[in-house]
C-alpha cells in the first residue's frame, strides 16, 4: 500500500496528540495514526513509535508500523502479545461481578464493565472484536455458580 504524505508538521498536531493519548478510545487513536501518517514530521514520528511500541491493541501497533515504514524509517512491528493485555483482567471482571447487587442483563453488565473498568473494556473490545462477547461470557462462566446467576446473559 502506497501512502501519500507531506514532509512538515500536521497544522493540529496538539489534537493529534491528544487522540493518541486517549487510552480509552483505540477507534480515536486509529484515526490519530491515520492523520500522523500524511504528516511526515519529528512528531508525528515520535507519536507514531511510542504508538507502536506501547499501545495495548495490536491494530493501533500495526497501523502505526506501516506508517513509519512508509516514512521510511526502520522499524521491526512487535509481536503480538499473547495470553492477558491486562494483569488480572479475571479477578478484575470477577470484582465487578461480585459488587452487583441482584440479576442484571448482560448489556448492563456490559455497560458496567465499560464504566468501571474502560481501558481494559476498550483493550479488549477491540482485541477481540466479534469474539469479546464471547471471550467475556466465558471468563464469567468460569466463576462459581453463586456469582453466574446475577447476569442474563439472554437479555
Given at each position: ?28 487513536r ?45 522499524v ?31 448489556s448492563?453488565?456490559l ?27 466465558n471468563i ?16
Amino acid at each position: 500500500m502506497k501512502y501519500i504524505f507531506r514532509e512538515e508538521p500536521a497544522p493540529n498536531i496538539e489534537d493529534l496528540k491528544k487522540m493518541a493519548s486517549n487510552k480509552l478510545d483505540a477507534t480515536s487513536r486509529l484515526l490519530a495514526v491515520e492523520e500522523l501518517g500524511k504528516w511526515k514530521s519529528r512528531q508525528s514520528i515520535d507519536i507514531l513509535w511510542q504508538l507502536m511500541m506501547n499501545d495495548l491493541v495490536y491494530s493501533v501497533k500495526n497501523e502505526a508500523f506501516l506508517r513509519l515504514q512508509a516514512f521510511g524509517e526502520d522499524v521491526r512491528l512487535p509481536k503480538k502479545k499473547k495470553g492477558n493485555l491486562i494483569n488480572q483482567i479475571e479477578s478484575k471482571i470477577e470484582k465487578i461481578v461480585k459488587s452487583i447487587d441482584g440479576p442484571i442483563s448482560y448489556s448492563d453488565f456490559l455497560k458496567l464493565f465499560q464504566e468501571k473498568q474502560p481501558e481494559a473494556f476498550d483493550v479488549y473490545k477491540h482485541d477481540k472484536e466479534i469474539r469479546f462477547d464471547t471471550w467475556l461470557k466465558n471468563i464469567i462462566n468460569n466463576f462459581t455458580t453463586e456469582i453466574k446467576v446475577k447476569i442474563d446473559f439472554s437479555k
